[in-house]
């Protein structure tokens, strides 16, 4: 069994993981500061992917391509949230944790879970000696990459913008993407994952399909836990008793970019069961 977790390189990225998280850690538990959350977070998924290019040693062409995508957005990433956080002040969802040692070192723990599980897909390429020829599901998985980190970068500078400009205080975002999404970014970045996890799937065999845990537990995690759930509940607090905002939230789809027209036409079943407009997202009744 070790010999198997090591040829994957499972042991060494979990160690390198948790090491990496433990540093940032100690620094937010010392200094009480919360600036480098996403920072930690984002570089260090192109951390894991150079360390199992390098470690491997094949630099077979997907082994490249999979790494250099996953750098690329780890970089756009990690620099884009660190600007952010540095103008907007501190991270919110770590309001209740500051004083609070236990707390705050399970939000770390969580977070190295999470770098450590959503990387598997290019650690397992990587540290993979199976090497195919071109497929269509390394195309199908590059464009969905593609699409990805372009909706998620401009999301991402459509709202700072937004937010950035003072006749903007005190509202929502409803410009580019957001007119469409109420969460076009996290989209996005799920889009991408899948496609990385679809890019990889010419290299897998047998038990090495538990990869897909991997953008399914983001997805999940997005969904139900520290993305949407907690964004759509400060955003009901701040403006549910605004007419305004429930007409935006009734005819805005949660993820998938989509016409309010459309959206706005579409029966409550059908948006629940196909488009994720789960009851955990409105704290208050939106007509």
């Not at 390098?54 to 780890?74: A, D, E, N, P």
């Not at 969460?183 to 899948?194: C, D, Q, S, T």
Request: aromatic share 14%; glycine share 6%.
């Amino acid at each position: 069994m070790g010999t198997i977790i090591d040829s994957h390189f499972l042991a060494p990225t979990a160690i390198l993981t948790v090491g990496y998280q433990l540093i940032f850690f100690i620094v937010t538990a010392l200094l009480k500061i919360d600036k480098v959350t996403d920072f930690a977070g984002s570089t260090n998924f192109l951390i894991l992917a150079v360390l199992t290019l390098v470690l491997k040693g094949t630099w077979h062409f997907r082994q490249v391509v999979l790494s250099l995508l996953v750098v690329t957005w780890g970089l756009r990433l990690g620099f884009f949230l660190l600007m952010r956080i540095l103008q907007w002040g501190e991270d919110r969802r770590l309001d209740k944790m500051r004083g609070n040692l236990g707390r705050l070192a399970i939000f770390w723990i969580f977070q190295a879970a999470w770098v450590w599980t959503v990387s598997l897909p290019v650690t397992v390429v990587n540290a993979s000696d199976r090497n195919p020829s071109l497929q269509a599901e390394d195309i199908i998985g590059w464009i969905m990459w593609s699409v990805g980190v372009s909706i998620e970068a401009a999301a991402d500078q459509q709202k700072l913008k937004f937010k950035n400009s003072a006749e903007n205080i005190g509202k929502w975002c409803t410009v580019g993407l957001w007119k469409c999404s109420r969460h076009p970014n996290y989209f996005g970045e799920i889009l991408l994952w899948w496609g990385i996890f679809v890019a990889s799937t010419p290299v897998l065999k047998g038990a090495e399909w538990l990869v897909i845990f991997g953008p399914l537990f983001l997805t999940l995690l997005l969904f139900f836990v520290s993305g949407i759930p907690l964004l759509e509940k400060s955003a009901d607090k701040k403006f549910g008793n605004m007419a305004a905002y429930r007409e935006y939230k009734r005819t805005t789809s949660p993820l998938i970019p989509l016409p309010t027209v459309v959206y706005g036409n579409l029966p409550s079943w059908l948006k629940t069961t196909f488009l994720f407009e789960f009851p955990l997202y409105s704290r208050s009744p939106v007509p």
